[in-house]
């Protein structure tokens, strides 16, 4: 199993890298180089701030989500979680063991590792699911060569929009089905759906998810456009949008270096496709990334400040456990003997002479 999934991650980070490779040697390192140069003083400070705005929305929904599977967590705590998440996210191969840690975190805090995963699956579910039903309208509906493509091979779309919409009842009846049974994955489904009922469906908490998913989607669209003006694209945001959303979209693929590989390789397609120039969509794209691991910035610190706090927590002396003083032992009485006098009466004798009383007489 862990041979398995070394082979996978391998193969993901070099996923990753084939294709900022083959994007580079087809436009040239200079486009790509440009994303580090283009960028100023008012763009990073831009990232920060909307960076900031994102993470808090989606601490919150974190929180909710936690909240709705019965756990307890604190905006305060979520927002620190997921800063140093989306620091190693954006730092670390996989673009996920942030999420990972965070979740952990959280389940042992609680004292139930498996409900703290589940919250933060949720968590990340709700968003990608929000990405997908925004980017799909847009893409639809909004000229773009994702829609010149679904207009040139209209059958073949309409084929696996169908294959995909009966995909997705099979598995839901097959869901409903097994909820029926007594087994164990009858047991683990039925607890899937109702978790997924009371995090994200419930009306307490389904409201507050969808607006901050929404909210988090403009902010990452916002970063692009920051990253589109520093790369002196003049389009309009509705000529942009689609191009943004499909980059989006593919970041959330599984072959990546910390984010970095098919939003590049996409972005310079979709421009190219556009009319627009594949190496400007490049520029843009490496720009976007490096905006956002801006963004992530301030996880370093509390990251940092965490591993002082443990480290000084390590190092520190621990009090000597109080013993109790052995109990002082009560003085013992010292007893003085009282002589004891005995009287001997005398002898009384008919006619005797009987001395003088004195008291008693000392035997």
Request: charged residues 15%; contains cysteine.
């Given at each position: 199993m862990d041979v398995n999934r070394s082979i996978w991650a391998w193969l993901r980070l070099m996923g990753g890298a084939g294709i900022l490779a083959l994007v580079m040697w087809r436009l040239g390192t200079g486009a790509f180089l440009d994303g580090l140069r283009v960028l100023d003083a008012g763009a990073l400070l831009a990232a920060l701030g909307i960076g900031a705005a994102t993470t808090l929305l989606s601490a919150w929904r974190w929180c909710l989500v936690a909240r709705g599977l019965g756990m307890r967590l604190t905006l305060k705590d979520a927002t620190a979680d997921y800063y140093q998440a989306l620091f190693l996210n954006a730092a670390l191969p996989?673009?996920?063991?942030?999420?990972?840690?965070?979740?952990?975190?959280?389940?042992?805090?609680?004292?139930?590792?498996?409900r703290g995963v589940r919250a933060v699956v949720l968590e990340r579910t709700a968003g990608q699911i929000v990405l997908l039903l925004v980017g799909v309208a847009v893409l639809v509906s909004v000229p773009s060569p994702v829609f010149d493509l679904l207009a040139a091979h209209g059958p073949l779309a309409a084929a696996v929009a169908g294959g995909v919409a009966m995909a997705g009842i099979g598995i839901f009846l097959g869901l409903r089905r097994l909820r029926a049974g007594r087994s164990k994955a009858a047991g683990a489904a039925r607890t899937g759906m109702s978790?997924?009922?009371?995090?994200?469906?419930?009306?307490?908490?389904?409201?507050?998810?969808?607006?901050?998913?929404?909210?988090?989607?403009?902010?990452?669209?916002?970063?692009?456009?920051?990253?589109?003006?520093?790369?002196?694209?003049?389009?309009?945001?509705?000529?942009?949008?689609?191009?943004?959303?499909?980059?989006?979209?593919?970041?959330?693929?599984?072959?990546?270096?910390?984010?970095w590989g098919p939003r590049e390789g996409v972005m310079a397609w979709a421009f190219g496709a556009a009319g627009l120039s594949a190496a400007q969509g490049l520029t843009i794209a490496v720009a976007y990334g490096?905006?956002?691991?801006?963004?992530?910035?301030?996880?370093?610190?509390?990251?940092?400040?965490?591993?002082?706090?443990?480290?000084?927590?390590?190092?520190?002396?621990?009090?000597?456990?109080?013993?109790?003083?052995?109990p002082a032992m009560a003085a013992v009485p010292v007893v003085v003997p009282v002589p004891v006098t005995r009287t001997i009466p005398a002898l009384v004798r008919v006619g005797a002479r009987q001395p003088a009383y004195s008291g008693g007489v000392t035997a």
């Amino acid at each position: 199993m862990d041979v398995n999934r070394s082979i996978w991650a391998w193969l993901r980070l070099m996923g990753g890298a084939g294709i900022l490779a083959l994007v580079m040697w087809r436009l040239g390192t200079g486009a790509f180089l440009d994303g580090l140069r283009v960028l100023d003083a008012g763009a990073l400070l831009a990232a920060l701030g909307i960076g900031a705005a994102t993470t808090l929305l989606s601490a919150w929904r974190w929180c909710l989500v936690a909240r709705g599977l019965g756990m307890r967590l604190t905006l305060k705590d979520a927002t620190a979680d997921y800063y140093q998440a989306l620091f190693l996210n954006a730092a670390l191969p996989g673009g996920i063991l942030g999420d990972v840690g965070r979740a952990v975190r959280h389940g042992k805090g609680e004292g139930d590792l498996g409900r703290g995963v589940r919250a933060v699956v949720l968590e990340r579910t709700a968003g990608q699911i929000v990405l997908l039903l925004v980017g799909v309208a847009v893409l639809v509906s909004v000229p773009s060569p994702v829609f010149d493509l679904l207009a040139a091979h209209g059958p073949l779309a309409a084929a696996v929009a169908g294959g995909v919409a009966m995909a997705g009842i099979g598995i839901f009846l097959g869901l409903r089905r097994l909820r029926a049974g007594r087994s164990k994955a009858a047991g683990a489904a039925r607890t899937g759906m109702s978790e997924i009922r009371a995090g994200l469906l419930s009306r307490r908490n389904g409201p507050g998810v969808l607006l901050a998913s929404a909210a988090v989607l403009a902010g990452h669209l916002a970063t692009f456009m920051v990253a589109a003006r520093a790369a002196g694209s003049a389009a309009s945001l509705v000529e942009l949008a689609p191009l943004l959303l499909l980059a989006l979209i593919a970041m959330g693929l599984p072959v990546n270096i910390g984010g970095w590989g098919p939003r590049e390789g996409v972005m310079a397609w979709a421009f190219g496709a556009a009319g627009l120039s594949a190496a400007q969509g490049l520029t843009i794209a490496v720009a976007y990334g490096i905006l956002a691991f801006v963004a992530a910035a301030p996880g370093a610190a509390v990251l940092v400040a965490r591993l002082v706090a443990r480290r000084v927590e390590q190092t520190a002396p621990q009090p000597r456990p109080v013993q109790n003083p052995a109990p002082a032992m009560a003085a013992v009485p010292v007893v003085v003997p009282v002589p004891v006098t005995r009287t001997i009466p005398a002898l009384v004798r008919v006619g005797a002479r009987q001395p003088a009383y004195s008291g008693g007489v000392t035997a």
